[in-house]
């Protein structure tokens, strides 16, 4: 970054609260989805509380070797920061599972944007599988972050493309969350066909991603594929 951390982080504080406001909008994000209570304030705050501290981690990782700086493992001392700082608080179990998420996760989306294509749509989908419903709030976090680093400097125009990935994230994010509706065959077809025991969850899930990939859309592609992987 170009200016410190505090600044930094207040100044992806203010681009949240400029997407909350509709002051400024990202294709498919949709800020309202943020909107349930849990407890006496919406999930919105929380995630803005979230996204101001997401590298809080920086001061306890910084070190300097010569002229070069670094802030190796901010993600997780910023973990183990704010796991403390959410119990002091007294945040609800739901609102502190989500904020240590998205500290510790802030930077997934800036290193799938980094990967070549090739690689990057079967990486996006394990982000997916392994974050599940947290997904929409890293990824807004994410943006935030980044919009505020380019704010700074940005010679490449990297503001706008990562603004432009965001936007295919999140509608990749729909795309994975229904996989479920897509899905033609259910466990009793795989016990028919000779699955059993846990490897009817993983024919199930090596099935969601060929549909979340487009590979097999008909019930009769998607019964082909898992008597190939029986």
Known sequence: HLVDAFTHMNTAYHVFKDLKKGIMQVKNLNMERFNKKIGLYDESDYLAFATFVHDIGKYASYSKEGDKVSFRGHDEK???????????????????????????????????????????????????????????????ASFCDVYA??????????????????????????????????????????????????????????????IYLGEVTSKDEQYNFVSRIK
């Open 78 to 140: 910023g973990l183990e920061i704010i796991e403390k700082v959410c119990d002091k608080l007294k945040f609800p179990g739901d609102a502190k599972k989500m904020v240590c998420c998205v500290v510790k996760n802030h930077m997934y989306p800036l290193m799938l944007f980094k990967l070549d294509n090739g690689k990057c749509e079967l990486k996006i989908y394990d982000f997916f599988v392994k974050f599940q419903k947290y997904v929409p709030h890293i990824i807004t």
């Open 149 to 210: 680093t380019k704010m700074y400097m940005d010679a490449q125009n990297d503001k706008d493309k990562f603004k432009e990935f965001i936007s295919d994230l999140f509608s990749s994010y729909e795309n994975f969350c229904d996989v479920k509706n897509k899905r033609l065959i259910d466990g009793n077809d795989l016990k028919k066909l000779g699955f059993t025991g846990q490897r009817i969850g993983e024919a199930i899930n090596e099935l969601d991603k060929q």
